[in-house]
T-cell receptor, first 111, second 115 residues
Framework: SQQGEEDPQALSIQEGENATMNCSYKTSINNLQWYRQNSGRGLVHLILIRSNEREKHSGRLRVTLDTSKKSSSLLITASRAADTASYFCAESGGSNYKLTFGKGTLLTVNP | NAGVMQNPRHLVRRRGQEARLRCSPMKGHSHVYWYRQLPEEGLKFMVY????????ESGMPKERFSAEFPKEGPSILRIQQVVRGDSAAYFCASSPPLRGNTEAFFGQGTRLTVV
């Protein structure tokens, strides 16, 4: 499978519910980053978690990292319609600069 | 502090023409990266540049594509003799000098359409 692969590919929830997206990767990483992309727009950096960290919070976002399973998850709590977007994980491997992106999870939050 | 600026936002070219995409990094950032995003896909790394140097171009197609980041002015991604398959969104990112785990800031992208 492709590195930095997100799961599920698409997720539809109701406003107020929590959304969880998962990401798997193959090689050793320096860090893993999550980005959001609104339709037809650029990428917005959400959060970076280092390889020696297990969990990180930023507002309504919670990211976990399990290096033994080579996986990460992004949890968005109390979702809003404005959270509708594609979410990508990107891993930074040994190069420390080259980000490898997955295909993303398309999140739809219905009002 | 303005973000990463890319222009044009949209570019239409006929097959065989040249496309020039520009990227001005954030102030204080000396590292620039170009990524390409095909429809329904994630971003794919193309090239990493510092001022007047190409550090890693392992993601660049071998022919027709080139990139530069001159001492003065924006970084340029140049695509010669464009073909339909070059239609994509091209994103530029910049970062300060790398010191461990560094976040990259992305521009809004240039959407190239080859007709």
């Amino acid at each position: 499978s492709q590195q930095g692969e997100e799961d599920p590919q698409a997720l539809s929830i109701q406003e107020g519910e929590n959304a969880t997206m998962n990401c798997s990767y193959k090689t050793s990483i320096n860090n893993l980053q999550w980005y959001r992309q609104n339709s037809g727009r650029g990428l917005v950096h959400l959060i970076l978690i280092r390889s020696n960290e297990r969990e990180k919070h930023s507002g309504r976002l919670r990211v976990t990292l399990d290096t033994s399973k080579k996986s990460s998850s992004l949890l968005i709590t109390a979702s809003r319609a404005a959270d509708t977007a594609s979410y990508f994980c990107a891993e930074s491997g040994g190069s420390n600069y080259k980000l490898t992106f997955g295909k993303g999870t398309l999140l739809t939050v219905n009002p | 502090n303005a973000g990463v600026m890319q222009n044009p936002r949209h570019l239409v070219r006929r097959r065989g023409q040249e496309a020039r995409l520009r990227c001005s990094p954030m102030k204080g950032h000396s590292h620039v990266y170009w990524y390409r995003q095909l429809p329904e896909e994630g971003l794919k790394f193309m090239v990493y540049l510092q001022k007047e140097n190409i550090i890693d171009e392992s993601g660049m197609p071998k022919e027709r594509f080139s990139a530069e980041f001159p001492k003065e002015g924006p970084s340029i991604l140049r695509i010669q003799q464009v073909v339909r398959g070059d239609s994509a969104a091209y994103f530029c990112a910049s970062s300060p000098p790398l010191r461990g785990n560094t976040e990259a800031f992305f521009g809004q992208g240039t959407r190239l359409t080859v007709v």
